[in-house]
């Protein structure tokens, strides 16, 4: 019994590796074909962010490795 269980978990960590390496190489070939992937969304103000005076600014900088912020009423909200 101990060594099916033994056995199990090396086929179990061996999967797991197969399909992230999988994964990887998945993201490279949509990358090579030049697939536009998303990377972030956002929304305009609504009517009623609006008239409350809010105001929203999306900030991405490629220099700082396509760093992203997302800044609400001047203050940094979101850092992606």
């Known amino acids: 019994m101990g060594q099916q269980t033994d056995s199990y978990e090396g086929l179990k960590v061996k999967f797991i590796e197969a399909v992230k390496e999988q994964k990887e190489l998945?993201?490279?070939?949509l990358e090579s074909k030049g697939n536009?992937?998303?990377?972030?969304?956002?929304r305009p103000l609504n009517g009623e962010?609006?008239?409350?005076?809010?105001?929203?600014?999306?900030?991405?900088?490629?220099a700082k490795d396509g760093e992203l912020t997302v800044k609400s009423n001047g203050a940094p909200k979101l850092q992606v």
């Open 36 to 42: 536009t992937r998303v990377f972030c969304r956002c």
């Open 49 to 62: 962010e609006i008239a409350a005076g809010a105001s929203m600014v999306v900030d991405f900088e490629s």
């Open 26 to 29: 998945y993201n490279k070939v």
